[in-house]
């Protein structure tokens, strides 16, 4: 990923088992992170460079690399659901693998997953990682806009998706080219939530979830800074 011919935010083109996809090229750098509860912003760095899907995970690409779909809402260009965050460990295990690539991941028995920061395989954002990208050097509420007004054209949310999710690419993408990153399904992350162990990052909102919060219409459950968290299981 330090190829000096790789521009930022360059698209490369990648295949599995005959299914194209495609990955976007994020240097180095930093950005200002925010805490979505107690509206703290902190100038947080991003010290490598790394690549991130341009789409959530296609259930089509799902299919190909674990061999079944358990997503409810089915069409292979929709983003797979119903996925635990070990399935998405396993996902990105199982990509590595088909690429020729280090696994990430490794599952001892009865022990915590042991992520290897060395591996050059596939792995999930780290939720630093994940709002960065979805800001793409913006501090825009939503990824790709900062109107309300506008938001229906980049994301899938509950006014919207006529309740399920949608094909991907059907919206607009943010100023990287990410298409998703609010609304849609949900997006695991690496992290714990509040460091509880049973409990990990969800990022980005879903198809199921209102634009604006409860409490508080201006902070969107698809709002970039949102934190949502589910049992890793």
């Known amino acids: 990923l330090n190829d000096s011919r790789i521009k930022p935010h360059q698209k490369i083109e990648l ?7 495609t990955m976007i090229y994020c240097p180095s750098g930093s950005f200002m992170m925010e805490g979505y509860v ?7 760095p991003i010290e490598k460079p790394f690549l991130l899907g341009e789409t959530e995970v296609t259930q089509e690409l799902y299919q190909v690399v674990m061999g079944y779909n358990p997503s409810k809402f089915k069409n292979p260009q929709k983003p797979v659901e119903s996925v635990t965050w070990y399935d998405a460990l396993m996902f990105c295990n199982n990509l590595s693998i088909i690429q ?3 696994q990430c991941y ?3 028995k009865n022990a915590n997953v042991k992520i290897n920061p060395n591996a050059n395989g596939y792995r999930l954002p780290y939720e ?3 709002e960065y990208v979805a800001k793409a050097g913006t501090m825009n509420k939503w990824a790709g806009c900062n109107d309300e007004s506008m938001l229906g054209e980049y994301a899938w949310y509950e006014d919207n998706s006529n309740k399920q999710t949608q094909r991907v690419k059907t919206k607009k993408p943010n100023e990287w080219g990410f298409y998703d990153m609010s609304g849609n399904v949900g997006e695991w992350c690496w992290d714990t939530y509040m460091n509880i162990s049973d409990s990990r990052v969800i990022r980005g909102g879903s198809w199921a ?4 919060g409860s409490w508080n ?3 969107s459950y698809l709002h970039s800074a949102f934190r ?3 049992c890793p299981r």
């Open 38 to 44: 107690d509206n703290s912003r902190r100038q947080t």
């Open 209 to 212: 979830l209102p634009a604006g």
């Open 128 to 130: 630093k990682e994940w």
């Open 228 to 230: 949502g968290a589910g």
């Open 106 to 108: 490794d599952f001892p």
């Open 217 to 219: 219409r201006l902070a």
């Open 15 to 21: 295949n599995a088992k005959g299914t194209s996809y």
């Open 100 to 102: 020729g690539l280090d």
